[in-house]
Protein backbone atom coordinates (compact mmCIF):
# COMPACT_ATOMS: atom_id res chain seq x y z
CA UNK A 1 0.00 0.00 0.00
CA UNK A 2 2.85 2.51 0.56
CA UNK A 3 4.58 1.66 -2.41
CA UNK A 4 1.41 2.54 -4.50
CA UNK A 5 1.57 5.81 -2.55
CA UNK A 6 5.22 6.22 -3.22
CA UNK A 7 4.26 5.94 -7.16
CA UNK A 8 1.19 8.32 -6.97
CA UNK A 9 3.43 10.90 -4.93
CA UNK A 10 6.93 10.38 -7.74
CA UNK A 11 3.92 11.69 -10.40
CA UNK A 12 2.89 14.66 -8.13
CA UNK A 13 3.27 18.53 -9.37
CA UNK A 14 7.15 19.66 -8.59
CA UNK A 15 5.42 23.26 -7.73
CA UNK A 16 3.21 21.17 -4.92
CA UNK A 17 6.19 18.82 -4.26
CA UNK A 18 9.31 18.67 -5.15
CA UNK A 19 11.46 15.79 -5.98
CA UNK A 20 14.13 14.94 -3.89
CA UNK A 21 16.65 16.01 -6.56
CA UNK A 22 15.31 19.19 -6.49
CA UNK A 23 15.10 19.78 -3.36
CA UNK A 24 19.03 18.48 -2.48
CA UNK A 25 19.67 21.22 -5.62
CA UNK A 26 17.88 23.75 -3.46
CA UNK A 27 19.27 23.55 -0.25
CA UNK A 28 23.03 22.82 -1.30
CA UNK A 29 22.79 19.27 0.52
CA UNK A 30 24.84 16.03 -0.81
CA UNK A 31 22.74 13.39 -2.14
CA UNK A 32 21.54 11.12 0.69
CA UNK A 33 21.68 7.18 0.55
CA UNK A 34 20.89 3.89 2.26
CA UNK A 35 17.68 3.23 3.73
CA UNK A 36 17.50 4.85 5.96
CA UNK A 37 17.82 8.22 4.22
CA UNK A 38 15.13 6.62 1.73
CA UNK A 39 12.69 6.43 4.25
CA UNK A 40 13.68 10.05 5.63
CA UNK A 41 13.05 11.07 2.37
CA UNK A 42 9.70 9.27 1.70
CA UNK A 43 8.59 10.57 5.06
CA UNK A 44 9.52 14.17 4.35
CA UNK A 45 7.91 14.01 0.81
CA UNK A 46 4.35 12.86 2.34
CA UNK A 47 4.50 15.74 4.50
CA UNK A 48 5.44 18.29 1.73
CA UNK A 49 2.54 16.95 -0.08
CA UNK A 50 -0.26 16.65 3.00
CA UNK A 51 1.00 20.53 3.28
CA UNK A 52 0.41 21.36 0.45
CA UNK A 53 -3.00 19.66 -0.39
CA UNK A 54 -4.60 21.39 3.09
CA UNK A 55 -3.20 24.51 1.76
CA UNK A 56 -5.51 24.62 -1.06
CA UNK A 57 -8.22 23.04 0.00
CA UNK A 58 -8.60 25.73 2.81
CA UNK A 59 -7.91 28.34 0.22
CA UNK A 60 -10.88 27.68 -2.27
CA UNK A 61 -13.30 26.07 0.96
CA UNK A 62 -12.91 28.93 2.91
CA UNK A 63 -10.85 31.54 2.24
CA UNK A 64 -12.34 34.24 -0.87
CA UNK A 65 -10.17 34.08 -3.91
CA UNK A 66 -8.73 37.95 -3.30
CA UNK A 67 -6.90 36.42 0.24
CA UNK A 68 -5.16 33.55 -1.42
CA UNK A 69 -1.55 34.96 0.47
CA UNK A 70 -3.45 34.65 4.22
CA UNK A 71 -0.70 32.67 6.00
CA UNK A 72 -2.63 29.45 6.64
CA UNK A 73 -0.77 29.04 10.09
CA UNK A 74 -2.81 32.12 11.05
CA UNK A 75 -5.66 30.91 10.17
CA UNK A 76 -6.32 27.70 12.42
CA UNK A 77 -6.08 29.59 15.66
CA UNK A 78 -8.37 32.22 14.59
CA UNK A 79 -10.78 29.76 13.88
CA UNK A 80 -10.53 28.16 17.35
CA UNK A 81 -10.88 31.88 19.31
CA UNK A 82 -13.92 32.34 17.17
CA UNK A 83 -15.30 28.84 18.15
CA UNK A 84 -14.46 29.59 21.97
CA UNK A 85 -16.41 33.14 21.97
CA UNK A 86 -19.52 31.22 20.87
CA UNK A 87 -19.14 28.09 23.27
CA UNK A 88 -18.35 29.77 26.52
CA UNK A 89 -21.08 32.13 26.67
CA UNK A 90 -23.15 29.27 26.54
CA UNK A 91 -21.69 26.57 28.87
CA UNK A 92 -22.27 29.32 30.82
CA UNK A 93 -25.70 30.19 30.76
CA UNK A 94 -26.33 26.21 30.86
CA UNK A 95 -24.71 26.59 34.27
CA UNK A 96 -26.25 29.49 35.58
CA UNK A 97 -29.79 28.13 34.77
CA UNK A 98 -29.49 24.37 35.89
CA UNK A 99 -30.46 23.16 39.07
CA UNK A 100 -28.08 23.42 41.99
CA UNK A 101 -28.98 20.67 44.68
CA UNK A 102 -26.82 19.87 47.25
CA UNK A 103 -26.75 15.89 48.65
CA UNK A 104 -24.76 13.28 49.68
CA UNK A 105 -20.79 13.39 49.63
CA UNK A 106 -21.59 17.43 48.27
CA UNK A 107 -18.61 19.76 49.90
CA UNK A 108 -18.96 23.17 50.48
CA UNK A 109 -15.86 25.47 51.44
CA UNK A 110 -16.42 28.39 53.53
CA UNK A 111 -14.56 31.55 54.28
CA UNK A 112 -14.86 33.66 57.77
CA UNK A 113 -13.60 36.98 58.40
CA UNK A 114 -13.26 38.65 61.82
CA UNK A 115 -11.29 41.95 61.99
CA UNK A 116 -8.56 41.00 60.12
CA UNK A 117 -8.32 37.14 60.41
CA UNK A 118 -9.53 35.46 57.48
CA UNK A 119 -10.28 31.39 57.55
CA UNK A 120 -11.65 28.92 55.70
CA UNK A 121 -13.28 25.88 56.90
CA UNK A 122 -14.83 22.59 55.09
CA UNK A 123 -18.22 21.22 55.61
CA UNK A 124 -18.83 17.67 53.60
CA UNK A 125 -22.50 16.35 53.41
CA UNK A 126 -23.24 12.65 54.43
CA UNK A 127 -27.09 13.17 54.38
CA UNK A 128 -29.12 16.43 53.31
CA UNK A 129 -33.08 15.65 53.99
CA UNK A 130 -35.15 14.89 55.77
CA UNK A 131 -32.51 15.50 58.44
CA UNK A 132 -28.82 16.61 58.40
CA UNK A 133 -25.90 14.94 58.57
CA UNK A 134 -22.64 16.60 58.19
CA UNK A 135 -18.85 16.82 59.27
CA UNK A 136 -16.42 20.23 59.03
CA UNK A 137 -12.87 20.83 59.19
CA UNK A 138 -10.94 23.81 59.41
CA UNK A 139 -6.69 24.13 59.29
CA UNK A 140 -6.77 22.56 63.02
CA UNK A 141 -9.77 21.40 64.47
CA UNK A 142 -13.04 19.05 62.86
CA UNK A 143 -15.96 17.83 63.88
CA UNK A 144 -19.32 16.25 62.95
CA UNK A 145 -22.70 17.65 63.50
CA UNK A 146 -26.50 15.88 63.52
CA UNK A 147 -29.18 18.38 62.41
CA UNK A 148 -32.65 16.55 63.40
CA UNK A 149 -35.97 16.74 61.01
CA UNK A 150 -37.45 19.27 63.87
CA UNK A 151 -34.28 21.89 63.87
CA UNK A 152 -34.87 21.36 59.68
CA UNK A 153 -38.34 21.63 59.45
CA UNK A 154 -40.06 23.10 62.90
CA UNK A 155 -38.25 25.26 64.47
CA UNK A 156 -37.02 29.03 64.81
CA UNK A 157 -33.93 28.73 65.94
CA UNK A 158 -30.43 29.16 64.23
CA UNK A 159 -26.48 29.50 64.46
CA UNK A 160 -23.16 30.19 62.58
CA UNK A 161 -21.05 28.79 65.74
CA UNK A 162 -22.03 27.26 68.57
CA UNK A 163 -22.69 23.56 67.05
CA UNK A 164 -18.69 23.55 65.35
CA UNK A 165 -17.50 22.62 68.87
CA UNK A 166 -13.47 21.06 68.44
CA UNK A 167 -13.25 17.33 68.17
CA UNK A 168 -17.60 17.25 69.12
CA UNK A 169 -19.98 15.33 67.72
CA UNK A 170 -23.12 18.15 67.60
CA UNK A 171 -26.63 17.13 68.17
CA UNK A 172 -29.28 19.71 68.03
CA UNK A 173 -33.20 19.05 67.51
CA UNK A 174 -34.18 23.05 68.04
CA UNK A 175 -31.34 25.05 66.03
CA UNK A 176 -29.75 25.19 62.66
CA UNK A 177 -26.64 26.11 61.32
CA UNK A 178 -25.57 27.55 57.73
CA UNK A 179 -29.52 26.41 56.71
CA UNK A 180 -32.46 28.53 58.12
CA UNK A 181 -35.22 26.18 59.27
CA UNK A 182 -37.85 25.77 56.90
CA UNK A 183 -40.38 27.74 58.89
CA UNK A 184 -38.27 30.61 58.75
CA UNK A 185 -37.50 30.66 55.42
CA UNK A 186 -41.11 30.40 54.60
CA UNK A 187 -41.90 32.92 56.68
CA UNK A 188 -39.36 35.39 55.23
CA UNK A 189 -40.19 34.77 51.55
CA UNK A 190 -44.04 35.34 51.76
CA UNK A 191 -44.37 37.61 54.88
CA UNK A 192 -41.51 39.82 54.26
CA UNK A 193 -40.21 39.64 58.01
CA UNK A 194 -40.00 36.76 60.60
CA UNK A 195 -39.01 36.32 64.65
CA UNK A 196 -36.68 33.77 64.76
CA UNK A 197 -33.98 32.88 67.68
CA UNK A 198 -30.33 33.63 66.84
CA UNK A 199 -27.68 32.09 69.20
CA UNK A 200 -30.89 31.73 71.56
CA UNK A 201 -31.80 35.37 71.82
CA UNK A 202 -34.57 37.15 69.93
CA UNK A 203 -34.15 38.40 66.23
CA UNK A 204 -35.96 40.00 63.76
CA UNK A 205 -35.39 39.41 60.02
CA UNK A 206 -36.59 41.63 57.44
CA UNK A 207 -36.37 41.16 53.85
CA UNK A 208 -34.76 44.12 51.59
CA UNK A 209 -35.46 42.60 48.05
CA UNK A 210 -34.01 39.95 45.94
CA UNK A 211 -30.59 39.53 43.89
CA UNK A 212 -27.59 37.40 42.89
CA UNK A 213 -24.57 35.88 44.51
CA UNK A 214 -21.60 33.98 42.42
CA UNK A 215 -19.28 31.64 43.56
CA UNK A 216 -17.61 28.36 42.17
CA UNK A 217 -19.70 25.36 41.50
CA UNK A 218 -17.41 22.41 40.35
CA UNK A 219 -14.67 24.72 39.31
CA UNK A 220 -17.09 26.89 36.96
CA UNK A 221 -18.49 30.73 38.49
CA UNK A 222 -22.34 29.85 39.49
CA UNK A 223 -24.78 32.46 39.66
CA UNK A 224 -27.70 32.08 41.80
CA UNK A 225 -30.58 33.79 43.12
CA UNK A 226 -30.92 35.04 46.80
CA UNK A 227 -33.06 37.43 49.07
CA UNK A 228 -31.67 39.83 50.42
CA UNK A 229 -32.31 40.25 54.23
CA UNK A 230 -31.21 42.33 57.57
CA UNK A 231 -31.72 41.60 61.22
CA UNK A 232 -32.11 44.22 64.24
CA UNK A 233 -28.36 43.65 65.01
CA UNK A 234 -27.16 45.12 62.20
CA UNK A 235 -26.64 42.12 59.94
CA UNK A 236 -26.88 41.53 56.80
CA UNK A 237 -27.92 38.01 55.13
CA UNK A 238 -28.09 36.43 51.78
CA UNK A 239 -30.00 33.67 51.91
CA UNK A 240 -30.16 31.10 48.32
CA UNK A 241 -33.89 31.59 47.06
CA UNK A 242 -34.84 27.84 47.04
CA UNK A 243 -37.25 26.39 49.62
CA UNK A 244 -35.55 22.91 49.42
CA UNK A 245 -31.99 24.57 50.23
CA UNK A 246 -32.37 27.26 52.23
CA UNK A 247 -28.21 27.98 52.75
CA UNK A 248 -26.95 31.11 54.43
CA UNK A 249 -24.42 31.96 51.59
CA UNK A 250 -23.49 35.39 53.22
CA UNK A 251 -23.65 37.02 56.68
CA UNK A 252 -22.20 39.98 57.59
CA UNK A 253 -22.18 42.09 60.76
CA UNK A 254 -19.79 44.60 61.91
CA UNK A 255 -17.62 42.42 63.64
CA UNK A 256 -17.72 39.18 61.06
CA UNK A 257 -18.20 37.80 57.79
CA UNK A 258 -18.93 34.52 56.34
CA UNK A 259 -19.44 33.50 53.07
CA UNK A 260 -19.59 30.44 50.53
CA UNK A 261 -16.83 30.21 48.68
CA UNK A 262 -16.97 26.95 46.58
CA UNK A 263 -19.13 24.01 46.28
CA UNK A 264 -18.41 20.79 44.56
CA UNK A 265 -20.66 17.92 44.03
CA UNK A 266 -18.87 14.87 44.16
CA UNK A 267 -19.75 11.16 42.95
CA UNK A 268 -17.24 9.14 45.12
CA UNK A 269 -17.06 9.07 49.45
CA UNK A 270 -15.84 11.95 50.30
CA UNK A 271 -16.12 11.78 54.18
CA UNK A 272 -13.10 11.84 56.11
CA UNK A 273 -14.41 11.79 60.03
CA UNK A 274 -17.99 9.93 59.25
CA UNK A 275 -17.93 6.16 59.13
CA UNK A 276 -21.15 5.21 59.45
CA UNK A 277 -24.34 6.86 59.22
CA UNK A 278 -26.33 7.83 62.60
CA UNK A 279 -30.33 6.69 61.87
CA UNK A 280 -32.47 9.23 60.89
CA UNK A 281 -34.17 11.62 63.28
Not at 25 to 34: A, F, L, N, V
Not at 61 to 76: E, G, K, N, Q, W
Not at 136 to 153: K, M, P
Request: glycine fraction near 4%; aromatic fraction near 10%; proline fraction near 7%.
Amino acid sequence: MFNAFWKVLKNASPRLCPRPAERRDRKYRKPETGRRNSVRVRLKMVGCWLKARLRRILHWTILPASSLRFPVCLLLPALCLAWLSIAAPAQDAGETDQAIRPGAQTIFIFVNQAREKVTEFIVRLARFRPDIVLEWENSIDQGTIHLFRSAVSQEEGFTLSRHFEVGVHSESADMMTLWLPDKVFDQLSRKGSVKMRYNNLPLKLKKEGRGTFRFRYNKRETEIPVILASDSRRGRWSIWDDPDNPLVVQYESPYFKQHLKTMAARNRPALRWIKKLPPIR
